[in-house]
């Protein structure tokens, strides 16, 4: 599968894990198939516009959010996006402190 099914897979999982949803309770809230939200998160499935819309309602996250920094055609190493993926798989109260941490870090580089 593509670089973009993937990811996408991957961050309906982590909001969903993030909101302590089962697959079974955000397709019961999409009106979709359980079967179908876990072959998205393991990338084995392209979804349409339509169903990511409905997911995206279901983790009430906007669409733009749940899709956006996601980069079909860059295969180098992207450190601020992989940092944006690593902040975007923990809960707020872990993304706040992690963001902490490197405000500390960087003053310590100046």
């Given at each position: 599968?593509?670089?973009?099914?993937?990811?996408?897979?991957?961050?309906?999982?982590?909001?969903?894990?993030?909101?302590?949803?089962?697959?079974?309770?955000?397709?019961?809230?999409?009106?979709?198939?359980?079967?179908?939200?876990?072959?998205?998160?393991?990338?084995?499935?392209?979804?349409?516009?339509?169903?990511?819309?409905?997911?995206?309602?279901?983790?009430?996250?906007?669409?733009?959010?749940?899709?956006?920094?996601?980069?079909?055609?860059?295969?180098?190493?992207?450190?601020?996006?992989?940092?944006?993926?690593?902040?975007?798989?923990?809960?707020?109260?872990?993304?706040?402190?992690?963001?902490?941490?490197?405000?500390?870090?960087?003053?310590?580089?100046k």
């Amino acid at each position: 599968m593509s670089k973009i099914t993937i990811e996408t897979g991957r961050r309906i999982r982590s909001y969903r894990t993030n909101q302590h949803m089962s697959q079974e309770a955000l397709a019961e809230k999409c009106g979709l198939h359980p079967t179908y939200i876990g072959q998205l998160e393991r990338g084995e499935k392209n979804a349409t516009l339509e169903s990511i819309g409905k997911i995206a309602d279901g983790l009430s996250v906007s669409l733009s959010r749940l899709l956006e920094n996601i980069d079909s055609d860059n295969d180098g190493e992207n450190i601020p996006l992989e940092a944006y993926r690593i902040l975007q798989e923990r809960s707020e109260t872990d993304q706040k402190k992690l963001f902490q941490i490197l405000k500390l870090s960087a003053d310590l580089l100046k």
